[in-house]
């Protein structure tokens, strides 16, 4: 089965350009989660979706972050207009959360290394 | 709020050697689930074991077992006959069972294992 497939996985762009980072969930899995890894913060939640509907957004730094989700196989963080502080190794994973009482693992994408100059 | 402390920045072994590696956490709920991710060089993040708050035995698999203490809201990972392979950095990480599904992650463990 194809893993949560994330890109690009490498993203160098200069300070005040728009950047969009992608991913697609495995298959069946209703709920998606966007995280940021940091040296300094390490791994936090931006965002995450269940059934495409943004359900706990308090981790978004800033009205320059925004995330989609049109469907249930493709959503989108953008970042805009992007800062050297924004550099850091963002994650996407996904889960079957069809009923909270089971313990459904997250299963991660391999990232997206963004680095703002 | 929740949060995961792991205490040891960086932990070493030596090949075929047991390491344990300590997570504790802080929390005022009575179910949830505690898991361990594994992230070598490659970056992927990768399910080491998970545990069920309300199961008192321990979970296992294969050279990896924990030590969950509820009481102490302590939870940490045993990895028996390391292999070079384990070398990786390790979290622990904290899931509500009725509110919110986002993991809480602790800053990580940076394991070696010497030749």
């Known amino acids: 089965d194809a893993g949560v497939i994330q890109s690009p996985r490498h993203e160098v762009t200069e300070m005040g350009q728009e950047v969009t980072l992608r991913c697609k969930p495995i298959?069946?899995?209703?709920?998606l989660f966007w995280y940021r890894q940091t040296m300094m913060r390490g791994l936090e939640l931006l965002i995450y979706?269940?059934?495409?509907?943004?359900?706990?957004d308090s981790g978004m730094p800033e009205d320059r972050f925004s995330a989609k989700m049109p469907n249930a196989s493709f959503s989108t963080l953008k970042i805009q207009p992007s800062e050297p502080r924004d550099s850091a190794v963002y994650f996407c994973?996904?889960?079957?959360?069809?009923?909270?009482?089971?313990?459904?693992?997250?299963?991660f994408g391999d990232g997206t290394r963004l680095s703002i100059l | 709020a929740q949060t995961v402390t792991q205490s040891q920045p960086e932990m070493s072994v030596q090949e075929a050697e047991t390491v344990t590696l300590s997570c504790t956490y802080d929390?005022?709920?009575?179910?949830?689930?505690l898991f361990w991710y594994k992230q070598p060089p490659s970056r992927q993040m990768i399910l080491v074991i998970r545990?069920?708050?309300?199961?008192?035995q321990n979970a296992t698999e294969n050279r990896f077992s924990v030590n969950f203490q509820k009481a102490a809201k302590s939870f940490s990972l045993k990895i028996s006959d390391s292999q070079l392979g384990d070398a990786a950095m390790y979290f622990c990480?904290?899931?509500?069972?009725?509110?919110?599904?986002?993991?809480?992650f602790g800053k990580g463990t940076k394991l070696t294992v010497n030749p």
């Open positions: 929390t005022s709920e009575s179910d949830y689930y």
């Open positions: 298959s069946g899995h209703n709920s």
């Open positions: 990480a904290y899931r509500s069972q009725g509110g919110s599904e986002k993991l809480v």
């Open positions: 994973a996904s889960s079957p959360s069809l009923n909270r009482q089971f313990n459904q693992p997250q299963h």
């Open positions: 979706f269940n059934n495409n509907v943004p359900i706990d």
């Open positions: 545990q069920e708050a309300y199961k008192q």
